[in-house]
T-cell receptor, first 118, second 113 residues
Framework: DARVTQTPRDKVTEMGQEVTMRCQPILGHNTVFWYRQTMMQGLELLAYFRNRAPLDDSGMPKDRFSAEMPDATLATLKIQPSEPRDSAVYFCASGLALGQGSAYNEQFFGPGTRLTVL | KNQVEQSPQSLIILEGKNCTLQ??????????LRWYKQDTGRGPVSLTIMTFSENTKSNGRYTATLDADTKQSSLHITASQLSDSASYIC????????????FGKGTTLSVSS
């Protein structure tokens, strides 16, 4: 049963500390998305990778957030330094983009990382 | 401004009853509309995806409708079960790649016995 995995599932840290969240996309998928979910804002897209290349990270605060895909099986989202306002659930999703002719591209979400910054 | 509005914000129904959730959007351009189910503590799971030319799509007891003229969509749940208790999120995509997604805040459904 192929699924997106994320680690850690829960992270509590103090303000100013570095946080790294990891995602393993479904094998064979070529797109990876990072989302943040809060009660106030709902789901927000932070970054998007296609074939490991970052295509859109306009939703991400660039001064402290960075997203990378060191290889096809690993995507990382790093926050340095973390702040209390970063407390949220961070989701990774992966999908298979079939090219311009596709009607739509399905995304499969991981279970999320619940981050609490004290 | 691109927006997706969902109503009601929350809903409580008895097991076995039907219910309908609403989604109104002002998104341009429009590529497709998605409904997701999110159980507490888990990631969203896709229920349906509809493009401009589709006005209804079913997935088991879930039926989504789309009226692209009035920019409204609904999700109808038939014969509700306790496992239907979740948040239902309407998402409109402004491009085919799915990178321009506008999310609704969701409707929280509670099904009681």
């Amino acid at each position: 049963d192929a699924r997106v995995t994320q680690t850690p599932r829960d992270k509590v840290t103090e303000m100013g500390q570095e946080v790294t969240m990891r995602c393993q996309p479904i094998l064979g998928h070529n797109t990876v998305f990072w989302y943040r979910q809060t009660m106030m804002q709902g789901l927000e897209l932070l970054a998007y990778f296609r074939n490991r290349a970052p295509l859109d990270d306009s939703g991400m605060p660039k001064d402290r957030f960075s997203a990378e895909m060191p290889d096809a099986t690993l995507a990382t989202l790093k926050i340095q330094p973390s702040e209390p306002r970063d407390s949220a659930v961070y989701f990774c999703a992966s999908g298979l983009a079939l090219g311009q002719g596709s009607a739509y591209n399905e995304q499969f979400f991981g279970p999320g990382t619940r981050l609490t910054v004290l | 401004k691109n927006q997706v509005e969902q109503s009601p914000q929350s809903l409580i129904i008895l097991e076995g009853k039907n219910c309908t959730l609403q989604c109104n959007y002002t998104v341009s351009p429009f590529s497709n509309l998605r409904w997701y189910k999110q159980d507490t503590g888990r990631g969203p799971v896709s229920l349906t995806i509809m493009t401009f030319s589709e006005n209804t799509k079913s997935n088991g007891r879930y039926t989504a409708t789309l009226d692209a003229d009035t920019k409204q969509s609904s999700l109808h749940i038939t014969a509700s079960q306790l496992s239907d208790s979740a948040s239902y999120i309407c998402v409109v995509s402004a491009n085919q790649a799915g990178t321009a997604l506008i999310f609704g805040k969701g409707t929280t459904l509670s099904v009681s016995s």
